[in-house]
């Protein structure tokens, strides 16, 4: 089983749609949950994160984590075609020893078509 | 348009050649990152470094030679590559420390031939 798991759609919804991209994780010692956006052929744009479990809110996006049940969401309202990406979700993993880095624990990524 | 400058944007190398990738960042972070990204897939970490110091290497093989000049610059040299070398190859630099937060370059596509 994979530590992160998000369906790789594609997911197809009309323009104005509102959008709920999903993933799951086993580590329960993941306290930061980033979501990135990818435009084909370019590198990821971080959208937002969030801390531990509850929602936080920009605009159009709203980032949702329940640690207990270990989920992970996305929700993007008013959809537009420019939303046309892949969004990863990316719980952080804090590295052994004595690096004090993060790791992002990147999901295989959700490709989201918007159409007109 | 990212804070993060990658160049060139697209490489075509033969397996005997020697090539670098460079990246520039002036948002005064000091940790920079390498990650490797396949087609459909999500990006894979390759090195980090920390005050121009190496800290990370996830295992890369030794034909990637990565380099950090200054806390600005982060290179990554290429020698005798393999096709399946070919690949987005991305850099990064993290924001607030603790978060993860990442700022990614647009990544230069090498094709190894």
């Known amino acids: 089983q994979k530590e992160v798991e998000q369906d790789p759609g594609p997911l197809s919804v009309p323009e104005g749609a509102i959008v709920s991209l999903n993933c799951t994780y086993s580590n329960s010692a993941f306290q930061y949950f980033m979501w990135y956006r990818q435009y084909s052929r370019k590198g990821p744009e971080l959208l937002m994160y969030?801390?531990?479990?509850g929602n936080k809110e920009d605009g159009r996006f709203t980032a949702q984590v329940d640690k207990s049940s270990k989920y992970i969401s996305l929700f993007i309202r008013d959809s537009q075609p420019s939303d046309s990406a892949t969004y990863l979700c990316a719980p952080v993993e804090t590295m052994v020893g004595n690096t004090g880095f993060q790791k992002l624990v990147f999901g295989t990524g959700t490709r989201l078509l918007v159409s007109p | 348009d990212t804070e993060v400058t990658q160049t060139p944007k697209h490489l075509v190398m033969g397996m005997t050649n020697k090539k670098s990738l460079k990246c520039e960042q002036h948002m005064g972070h000091r940790a920079m990152y390498w990650y490797k990204q396949k087609a459909k897939k999500p990006p894979e970490l390759m090195f980090v470094y920390s005050y121009e110091k190496l800290s990370i290497n996830e295992s890369v093989p030794s034909r990637f030679s990565p380099e950090c000049p200054n806390s600005s610059l982060l290179n990554l040299h290429l020698h005798a590559l393999q096709p399946e070398d070919s690949a987005l190859y991305l850099c990064?630099?993290?924001?607030?420390?603790?978060?993860?937060?990442?700022?990614f370059g647009e990544g230069s596509r090498l094709t190894v031939l």
């Open positions: 990064a630099s993290r924001g607030q420390v603790n978060t993860g937060e990442l700022f």
């Open positions: 969030t801390y531990s479990s």
